[in-house]
């Protein structure tokens, strides 16, 4: 399993983003999940969706704020991020796992790239 990360960028305090990520190769009945880690922080758990698309859990932190969600058709999960804040600002990842649910990066198995998001004040 290959995944590409996209839609990163530079965007003021407020605004919105959409980041998606493309999956190339059988992810059928895996738990899809978004991270991202700050300059001198630990990676941080953000969302995740199911394989399905019926299940989806959200971090405190982007509670209200981000939605992901699954084109199952596409093999491509999408985190829309609004009212976007400067602690926001990060490299955002994308990862897929066979278990269900899962919210620690330790148990997912393939990771994308990532893309960077900058959140201006």
């Known amino acids: 399993v290959q995944l590409q990360a996209s839609g990163g960028g530079l965007v003021q305090a407020g605004g919105s983003l959409r980041l998606s990520c493309a999956a190339s190769?059988?992810?059928?009945?895996?738990?899809m999940g978004w991270f991202r880690q700050a300059p001198g922080k630990e990676r941080e758990f953000v969302a995740t969706?199911?394989?399905?698309?019926?299940?989806?859990y959200n971090a405190d932190s982007v509670k209200g704020r981000f939605t992901i969600s699954r084109d199952s058709a596409k093999n491509t999960v999408y985190l829309q991020m609004n009212s976007l804040k400067p602690e926001d600002t990060a490299v955002y990842s994308c990862?897929?796992?066979?278990?269900?649910?899962?919210?620690?990066?330790?148990?997912?198995?393939?990771w994308g790239q990532g893309t960077l998001v900058t959140v201006s004040s």
């Open positions: 990862a897929v796992t066979p278990r269900v649910g899962p919210t620690k990066a330790s148990e997912y198995v393939y």
């Open positions: 969706i199911n394989w399905n698309g019926g299940t989806t």
């Open positions: 190769g059988r992810t059928f009945g895996y738990t």
